[in-house]
């Protein structure tokens, strides 16, 4: 038997697996999201996952038309505190280096300042994405104060009719000012941007603001299929002829900002992402707000429940999951049919 590794073996495992990823990019068509492990590192060898990426709740105050999580109001199970206390115990315990907030929007969970604290006090890196509305000048002082290692804002156009045409209820302004507020404090600020029908033609212009704004980085990629941009596909989808185009720009801004601002994109979709997991399962999981773990954001397959059981068993599940005849044949359903990536927030057990 391995032992569980401790956090800095763990971190350097991470950032190893980080390095990969950018060649496994080149070679493979690899992916983005999640851990990477093709040869370094056996998989089935770790007794934990590296990166955790939790949705800590479903409640958003925005209805974006993309919205993977298909958010809005509350869970009725979502974890509470002492749940949610008894997980990321866990995660000290298992020395995972790395932890992702996200919801819904994570800033109205009422542990939300809580739950960072927690986190950072045991030295496990912290990104949060968020929709940034409810980032004040209070908030981003406590934020920095924390060390995140970043927040995402989301930023769906260059103008504020074009965000607020994909992200309904959302205020671009407001979004704008958690860039500014956030950096002006010294937080390490990052953009993501979805390009779809409505905004794709605006990637120019978000990038320049997005280096008048100072952020770290811009972040994009193809839109996921999944939730309820699944629902809205066919208004939402841009064109061939758009992402080559969209794609094209991306390259030369690339180059524009070398040395000043990253620009960073990921020109692959879920379905080519699904293709590679099957071969290499990330050394990630998916913690939902009510405690179940998915397998993966494209499938509906839940792995565990951390309401129920403990993180070790559950990671000890996913690894068996991704060699299970159901899901190994569910999965190649959907990379021949990608319409069923519309069932993927339909949980189901493996
Ligand atoms: S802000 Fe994020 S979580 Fe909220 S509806 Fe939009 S995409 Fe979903």
């Not at 060390?147 to 930023?155: D, G, I, N, P, T």
């Not at 990253?262 to 020109?267: G, L, R």
């Not at 190994?328 to 990536?341: G, Q, T």
């Amino acid at each position: 038997m391995n032992p569980v590794r401790n956090l800095k073996e763990n971190r350097k495992i991470y950032r190893e697996s980080q390095v990969l990823l950018n060649k496994v990019k080149i070679k493979d068509n690899g992916i983005s999201n999640g851990v990477n492990l093709t040869n370094s590192i056996n998989f089935q060898d770790l007794k934990a996952p590296l990166f955790i990426a939790w949705q800590i709740n479903a409640e958003c105050n925005l209805g974006c038309l993309h919205c993977c999580e298909e958010a809005g109001g509350s869970m009725p199970d979502e974890m509470n505190k002492e749940e949610i206390f008894r997980f990321l115990q866990q995660v000290v315990d298992l020395n995972i280096p790395y932890v992702a907030l996200s919801g819904g929007e994570p800033l109205l969970h009422s542990c939300f300042f809580e739950i960072c604290e927690f986190i950072r006090k045991h030295n496990i890196s912290l990104k949060v994405e968020t929709n940034g509305e409810f980032i004040n000048e209070e908030r981003a002082k406590k934020i920095a104060q924390l060390r995140f290692r970043s927040v995402q804002v989301s930023l769906d156009g260059a103008t504020a009719s074009t965000h607020e045409r994909l992200r309904l209820r959302g205020n671009w302004n407001k979004a704008i000012s958690a860039c500014q507020l956030l950096i002006r404090e010294g937080v390490n600020t990052e953009i993501v941007f979805v390009p779809t029908k409505f905004n794709i033609h605006e990637i120019t212009n978000l990038i320049d603001l997005a280096y008048s704004l100072g952020v770290l980085g811009v972040y994009t990629g193809k839109i996921m299929r999944i939730g309820r941009a699944a629902q809205n596909w066919d208004i939402l989808c841009p064109s061939d002829q758009e992402y080559k185009d969209f794609f094209a720009t991306l390259n030369d801004r690339v180059t524009h900002y070398d040395g000043k601002m990253k620009v960073y994109y990921y020109p692959y979709d879920v379905i080519e992402e699904l293709k590679y997991r099957l071969k290499y399962p990330s050394a990630s999981v998916l913690v939902l707000p009510n405690g179940k773990v998915k397998l993966i954001g494209p499938l509906p397959f839940i792995c565990g429940d951390l309401k129920k059981e403990s993180l070790a068993k559950i990671w000890e599940n996913y690894k068996r999951a991704w060699r299970k005849p159901k899901v190994v044949a569910f999965a190649k359903k959907v990379i021949a049919e990608p319409k069923l990536l519309a069932e993927s927030n339909k949980w189901r057990g493996v």
